[in-house]
């Protein structure tokens, strides 16, 4: 198997930064470059523009500039700036965006963190979590869920 592009979605919580430990791994076992994606999510634009009375290309352009900022908060606390191949900020449906950046830098493979919801009775929402779920069903190349919790990793997968 030969990996050059990964995409990791990266949503500032624990599991993706666990997702993004792998990938982080992966990229130098295989010398590939990692992709990362952030998804501003539209429906919560759309919420807090209704909540708070400003308009939406506002609250875009404020979450985009914060999520920025982040990314480079989250590069310099994971010191990987070299294996960083493109970072992109989307608005939109979280599992929708994943799904064209994937498809328009023909991913090799996607790395998500599966942070999972426990008790409504859907076994895909138990094990990967909504964006992750759907994901998996749209795109043709290999997608790696990694769970919210896993112990052991300092420099890869143990």
């Known amino acids: 198997?030969?990996?050059q592009k990964?995409?990791?979605p990266?949503?500032?919580s624990q599991c993706s930064e666990t997702a993004f430990k792998y990938a982080r791994f992966l990229a130098k076992q295989f010398s590939a470059g990692i992709h990362?994606?952030?998804v501003v999510d539209k429906r919560y634009v759309e919420k807090i523009s209704e909540l708070n009375g400003d308009s939406e290309d506002r609250i875009i352009e404020q979450l985009c500039l914060l999520a920025d900022k982040k990314l480079d908060s989250f590069l310099a606390k994971n010191n990987s700036n070299e294996l960083i191949a493109g970072r992109k900020i989307s608005v939109g449906t979280p599992f929708q965006a994943i799904a064209l950046r994937a498809q328009s830098i023909d991913a090799d493979m996607i790395v998500i963190g599966g942070h999972g919801r426990g008790g409504d009775g859907e076994i895909e929402e138990i094990f990967?979590?909504?964006a992750a779920e759907r994901v998996v069903r749209l795109l043709p190349c290999p997608v790696l869920c990694i769970p919210q919790e896993v112990v052991g990793l300092e420099d890869?997968?143990?």
């Open 128 to 130: 990967f979590g909504s």
């Open 10 to 12: 990266i949503d500032f």
């Open 6 to 8: 990964l995409l990791v």
């Open 156 to 158: 890869g997968p143990t």
């Open 1 to 3: 198997m030969k990996l």
């Open 36 to 38: 990362l994606i952030h």
